[in-house]
C-alpha cells in the first residue's frame, strides 16, 4: 500500500490521464489506471510507473455503465489498497459538427461518457471516502474543458454543454462533502495535444489549426494540465475546494 494512497484515473491510459497517472505516481501514490478499450495503451503506462519504481494496476471500465465502475473502484482497492483520490479524466468529444447536423446517437454517448461517468465515479468516490461509510476522507478533480465556457460552435455544442456539467457538479459536490474531508475541484485545459482530436473529433489538423488562437501561441502539454492537477490533490491545495483552474495558454 503507498503512502498516499490510492488514486483512480479514468481514463489513464492515454493522453491528459495517462500524464496524470505519471505524475500522481511520482507523487508517491499507487495508481489504478483505468481505460475502456486499449489495455495495450493501459499497461504500458503502467510498466512505465513500474520501471520508476512506483505502483500501479490497469482496470477496463466503461465509465458510463454503473455497475463498471462499482468494479473498477472494487478492484482497485483491491489491488492497491483504499482509495482515496479520484481524477474523473475519461472522456470523449464525438465527430466535429455543428449541433443540426450531429447525430442523436453522438450527442447521447457523449453526454453519458462525460456527465453520467462522471457523476457515477463520483458517488463511488464518496461512497469510498466518506467517514459515513467508514473513509478517510480524500480528494476528486474532475476534468472539465475551456469548451465549458467557450461554448464550441461549429466543433460540439454538445460536448461543451456536457462540460458546463461537470463544472455544476464539481460546485455541488464540493459543498455536500466538504464536512467530511473531502476536497472536490475541477481543471480545465485549453487546446491540448493528444489523440482526442484525431481519434474523438476526427479533426487531426486541429492542433496546428487552432495553436495561433491561443494566447499564449501554441498548444498546451498532458504534463502541463497534470501539473494542476497534481497541485490540487496536494496539501498545498488544502484550502481549495469547489473551483476550478482553467490550464489554457490564456484562450
Ligand atoms: P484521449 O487522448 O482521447 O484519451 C481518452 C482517454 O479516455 C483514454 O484513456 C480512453 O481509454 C479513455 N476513455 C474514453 N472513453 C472512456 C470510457 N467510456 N470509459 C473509460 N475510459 C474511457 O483524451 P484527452 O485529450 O487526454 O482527454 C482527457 C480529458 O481531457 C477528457 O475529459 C477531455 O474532454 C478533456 N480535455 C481535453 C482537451 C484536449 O485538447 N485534449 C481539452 C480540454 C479538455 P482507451 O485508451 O481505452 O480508449
Not at 36 to 46: C, D, M, P, S, Y
Not at 54 to 70: I, K, N, S
Request: with cysteine.
Amino acid at each position: 500500500m503507498s503512502e498516499r494512497g490510492t488514486c483512480i484515473v479514468t481514463g489513464g491510459s492515454r493522453g491528459i490521464g495517462a500524464a496524470v497517472a505519471r505524475d500522481a505516481a511520482r507523487n508517491g501514490w499507487a495508481v489504478c489506471v483505468n481505460y475502456v478499450g486499449n489495455a495495450r495503451a493501459a499497461e504500458a503506462v503502467v510498466r512505465e510507473i513500474e520501471s520508476a519504481g512506483g505502483t500501479a494496476c490497469a482496470v477496463q471500465a466503461d465509465t458510463a455503465d454503473p455497475a463498471a465502475v462499482t468494479r473498477l473502484f472494487d478492484a482497485a482497492r483491491e489491488k492497491l489498497g483504499p482509495v482515496s483520490a479520484l481524477v474523473n479524466n475519461a472522456g470523449i468529444t464525438g465527430p466535429v459538427s455543428r449541433l443540426d447536423q450531429a447525430e442523436a446517437e453522438t450527442i447521447r454517448r457523449v453526454i453519458d461518457v462525460n456527465v453520467n461517468g462522471a457523476l457515477y465515479c463520483a458517488r463511488e468516490a464518496v461512497r469510498r471516502m466518506s467517514p459515513r461509510y467508514g473513509g478517510g476522507g480524500g480528494v476528486i478533480v474532475n476534468i472539465s474543458s475551456g469548451a465549458a465556457t467557450l461554448g464550441s460552435p461549429n466543433d460540439y455544442v454538445w460536448y461543451a454543454a456536457s462540460k458546463g456539467a461537470v463544472d455544476s457538479l464539481t460546485v455541488g459536490l464540493a459543498k455536500e462533502v466538504a464536512g467530511e474531508g473531502i476536497r472536490v475541484n475541477g481543471v480545465a485545459p485549453g487546446l491540448t495535444v493528444t489523440d482526442i482530436h484525431a481519434e474523438s473529433s476526427g479533426d487531426a489538423g486541429r492542433v496546428e489549426k487552432l495553436a495561433p488562437s491561443v494566447p499564449l501561441g501554441r498548444a498546451g502539454t498532458p504534463e502541463e494540465v497534470a501539473n494542476a492537477v497534481l497541485w490540487l490533490m496536494s496539501d498545498a491545495a488544502s484550502y481549495v475546494t469547489g473551483t476550478t483552474i482553467r490550464v489554457s495558454g490564456g484562450r
